[in-house]
C-alpha cells in the first residue's frame, strides 16, 4: 500500500519567516496530494491539494510543489503569522481509487512572535 | 457549511465494554470514514463507508467493526475495548463532485479506556 513520510514532526519559525514541510510517497500511481491544517481542538481542514498534472499550485501564502520524478511534495507557508500555528497533514491518494487518503504522521508548527 | 458531529468529545469506557461511537453528517454526502489519531503515528484509516450499508477495512480494521444504516450516520464499535485503543477518532465525510477527495472532519473523540 501507499507509505507516506513527513518531516519535520516539528517546526518552530519567527513569525514573518518562510515555513516548509515536505513529504514523500511510495506509490508512483498516486495522483492526487492534499495538505490538511488541524487547529487544537478540532479537526483536520483542507487547506491546498495538488493533482499530479500540476507542478505548483499557490493559493496566497500557502503553496505546494509536486516532483512526481522524486516522488516528494512540500507545502510552503511565506509571511507565517501565529495563527498558522497547528499539526498539518500531507496525505496522497489515487483517484478513482475509492477517494480514501494515505495521511502522513503530521508536523507541528509554531509560529513565535 | 458542512457540519460533521461527533457524539461525545470525551468517553471514559472500561476494558471489555461495548463501546459505539457516532457521527453524523448533513451534508448528504456519500462516503464517510473513521481514522484513528495518536502521536507520532498520524491519521490513520480504520474503515470506511461509500453507500448505506456498504463499509470497507482501513488499514487498521482489528478490534473495530462499523454500521452505515442511514447515510447521514456512520458508526464506530469496539466490539469489547481495550486499553490499546484509547485514542482520538476522527469522522470524515465526502462526496464525489467538483471536489470529490476533500474529507470534512468532525471535532474527534477522546476515547480512554481505563
Known amino acids: 500500500g501507499e507509505n507516506v513520510e513527513q518531516h519535520p514532526s516539528t517546526l518552530s519559525v519567527q513569525e514573518g519567516d518562510s515555513a516548509v514541510i515536505k513529504c514523500t510517497y511510495s506509490?508512483?500511481?498516486?495522483?492526487?496530494f492534499p495538505w490538511y491544517k488541524q487547529e487544537l481542538g478540532k479537526g483536520p481542514q483542507l487547506i491546498i491539494d495538488?493533482?499530479?498534472?500540476?507542478g505548483e499550485k499557490k493559493d496566497q501564502r500557502i503553496a505546494v510543489t509536486l516532483n512526481k520524478t522524486a516522488k516528494h511534495f512540500s507545502l510552503h507557508i511565506t509571511e507565517t503569522q501565529p495563527e498558522d500555528s497547528a499539526v498539518y497533514f500531507c496525505?496522497?491518494?489515487?483517484?478513482?481509487?475509492?477517494?480514501?487518503?494515505?495521511f502522513g504522521k503530521g508536523t507541528s508548527l509554531l509560529v513565535t512572535p | 457549511d458542512v457540519k460533521v458531529t461527533q457524539s461525545s468529545r470525551y468517553l471514559v469506557k472500561r476494558t471489555g465494554e461495548k463501546v459505539f461511537l457516532e457521527c453524523v453528517q448533513d451534508?448528504?454526502?456519500?462516503?464517510m470514514f473513521w481514522y484513528r489519531q495518536d502521536p507520532g503515528l498520524g491519521l490513520r484509516l480504520i474503515y470506511f463507508?461509500?453507500?448505506?450499508?456498504?463499509?470497507e477495512k482501513g488499514d487498521i480494521p482489528e478490534g473495530y467493526s462499523v454500521s452505515r444504516e442511514k447515510k447521514e450516520r456512520f458508526s464506530l464499535i469496539l466490539e469489547s475495548a481495550s486499553t490499546n485503543q484509547t485514542s482520538m477518532y476522527l469522522c470524515?465525510?465526502?462526496?464525489?463532485?467538483?471536489?470529490?477527495?476533500?474529507?470534512?472532519f468532525g471535532p474527534g473523540t477522546r476515547l480512554t479506556v481505563t
Open positions: 496525505a496522497a491518494s489515487k483517484i478513482n481509487s475509492g477517494y480514501a487518503l494515505n
Open positions: 463507508s461509500y453507500d448505506v450499508k456498504m463499509k
Open positions: 506509490d508512483s500511481a498516486s495522483n492526487y
Open positions: 451534508m448528504d454526502h456519500e462516503n
Open positions: 495538488i493533482r499530479s498534472n500540476v
Open positions: 470524515a465525510s465526502s462526496t464525489p463532485g467538483t471536489h470529490p477527495y476533500e474529507q470534512y
